[in-house]
């Protein structure tokens, strides 16, 4: 998971060169980060359509998707304009939809007992990868082409590493036809339904948030008086992002005891309190935007790894992958618009309020999965009645 997605970041740690190269504006150059995100929702698509997911090997398909990512990827060394380089995200975003449901679908066929902690441990592959941009602009500027072929060339290795050595679990999920009218219906059931809700609202809030923190924490110190506040901004974006992978676990781990429904309640519960919070704090102690940081970061990730479980628990076990596959896409299609609104709402309003506005996702993925854990209370009553 980690090595395969490498590919969809690699733009991230190079953009100001990307945007020199390409002549992009600061709007343009946005999408070569959202690029990634609607070929991933393209991708996403014609796999659930067409029953991919369900009907070949999860790790078969890890292994196509990361090596014609990795391959896309390279694209971008030889295009010479900014429609040509987008075209290229999209495409290898579109590559990657063939790399995140699989993994989440290959890692649940070793675990039962476990599977929340299973399903959270790649989450936070995925967190991590997520941070690893900011690390590289803490550090310093790598020549941009030197970071598209050593990313491609890890998401190449990520192919070998599905496809020869890793192995299938033992607790496979069935294979039959695929059939659009049952797909459909196993989808739109009440209790996935809910859970695919709960998931588009924490991806209102993640991915703007994961997007826009540095922005946020660099003009904090700007207000705190700070001179150079470039590589400082990068490196505590670093941390607020990347300790999610520790937050993915410890939500794995609890989802053991008290479930996955309501784990993810918890997590979308406090990540969404601190988008309502921290967004007023411009003006605050660098020290405290810094720890409310880190207990966003914390906690805007582990919900992830719970309602892809969820989807493995509760769906038709024909679909599975098909259903997870269709989550995903439609979470993806959610972070399109707020990724865009919230440097707008910035510019208008100020922080505090483009802030604010993340917090509605987690509010209403709240709302719905409380009406889940209330269906499975009655369930779980009507079974021992």
């Known amino acids: 998971m980690l090595l395969g997605m490498a590919t969809w970041f690699s733009a991230s740690a190079v953009l100001p060169q990307l945007s020199q190269r390409f002549a992009l504006s600061s709007a343009t150059s946005a999408w070569l980060t959202l690029g990634v995100q609607v070929g991933f929702i ?117 192919a070998a590493t599905a496809l020869w050595l890793a192995s299938d679990g033992p607790f496979h999920f ?48 700007l207000n705190a008086g700070a001179t150079d506040a470039g590589s400082f901004a990068s490196l505590v974006t670093s941390a607020v992002i990347g300790v999610g992978a520790l937050g993915c676990w410890v939500g794995g781990r609890l989802a053991e005891r008290i479930g996955s429904a309501r784990t993810a309640y918890i997590s979308m519960v406090i990540s969404g309190s601190c988008a309502l919070g921290i967004g007023w704090l411009t003006d605050g102690p660098v020290w405290l935007v810094v720890a409310v940081g880190l207990v966003w970061g914390f906690w805007v990730i582990p919900d992830s790894a719970q309602f892809s479980a969820l989807i493995t628990q509760l769906a038709d076990q024909r679909y599975v992958g098909s259903i997870l596959t269709l989550q995903m896409a439609c979470g993806y299609l959610v972070t399109v618009p707020i990724v865009w609104l919230t440097p707008v709402l910035q510019e208008s309003r100020g922080w505090g309020w483009a802030f604010t506005v993340l917090a509605l996702g987690p509010a209403v993925g709240a709302i719905a999965i409380r009406a889940l854990i209330r269906l499975q209370r009655a369930a779980d009553h009507g079974a021992v009645v």
Request: proline residues 5%; aromatic residues 10%; positive net charge.
């Open 174 to 221: 069935p294979v039959s036809p695929f059939r659009p009218a049952e797909a459909a219906r196993a989808f739109t059931a009440r209790p996935v339904l809910l859970a695919s809700l709960g998931y588009c609202g924490h991806m209102w809030e993640l991915y703007a948030m994961w997007s826009w923190f540095a922005m946020f924490f660099g003009s904090v110190l």
């Open 42 to 158: 393209i991708g996403a698509l014609l796999l659930a359509a067409t029953s991919m997911a369900d009907r070949f090997g999860p790790r078969q398909l890890m292994s196509a998707g990361a090596a014609l990512a990795g391959a896309a990827n390279l694209l971008l060394l030889i295009v010479e304009s900014a429609p040509g380089a987008i075209a290229v995200r999209l495409l290898t975003g579109a590559c990657l939809a063939g790399v995140y449901p699989p993994a989440t679908k290959a890692i649940a066929t070793w675990f039962r007992a476990s599977r929340a902690t299973a399903i959270a441990v790649i989450i936070g592959a995925l967190t991590l990868g997520s941070a690893s941009p900011h690390l590289v602009a803490a550090a310093g500027g790598l020549d941009w082409r030197t970071v598209i072929v050593a990313t491609s060339v890890l998401s190449a290795v990520g």
